[in-house]
């Protein structure tokens, strides 16, 4: 997966634009904000029910995604 651009935070959650394969279409993916250590942050991705990273078609579905996230 090549990582394109990285979006800003929001609400504990980004947007990368990436490319599964250099040929490929852009796609969006999802990451999200976990603390470890007491007080250091990383980023990690978002996975889907088979452990791979989820991936979307637009940056409206995954914005989408980051909104129904922080419902529940």
Known sequence: ???LRK???KQGYRV?????TPHSETRFSVQKK???L???TKWEDVLDKHGM???FDSNKNA???INFQKRW
């Open 63 to 65: 914005t989408a995604f």
């Open 38 to 40: 007491w007080f250091f």
């Open 34 to 36: 976990v603390k470890f």
């Open 53 to 55: 990273p989820k991936i």
């Open 1 to 3: 997966m090549i990582i």
């Open 7 to 9: 979006g800003e935070d």
């Open 16 to 20: 990368l634009m990436v490319k599964l």
